[in-house]
């Protein structure tokens, strides 16, 4: 069974930076899409960003131009750096990984942006 644990989140004031890490337990990671979603309380889960394992992205409209996801195969992990960051980007944060049929959420980390 492939475990996710995600870290970073915290609280940043309007502007600032997190970069936030997910750590997969499985060797598969390399061959998975990983996603970045994020739900804010009353909204539904939404996709922040995806990246392939060759590497190519996608983004929300939202992020775009301020938020950059990128991983690291040796390290079975993936990250978000969020830069720029505004009040709305206020979320619990999830990662996913999809392998065929497979699919694992980690658990969340919180961020909240301060006005």
């Known amino acids: 069974q492939v475990q996710l644990v995600e870290s970073g989140g915290g609280l940043v004031q309007t502007g600032g930076s997190l970069r936030l890490s997910c750590a997969a337990s499985r060797s598969i990671f390399s061959f998975a899409t990983m996603g970045w979603y994020r739900q804010a309380p009353g909204n539904q889960r939404e996709l922040v960003a995806v990246?392939?394992?060759?590497?190519?992205?996608n983004y929300a409209d939202s992020v775009k131009g301020r938020f950059s996801i990128s991983r690291d195969n040796a390290k079975s992990t993936v990250y978000l750096q969020m830069n720029s960051l505004k009040p709305e980007d206020t979320a619990v944060y999830y990662c996913k990984l999809n392998w065929g049929a497979l699919e694992v959420w980690g658990q969340g980390t919180p961020v909240t942006v301060s006005s």
């Open positions: 990246i392939t394992s060759g590497g190519s992205t």
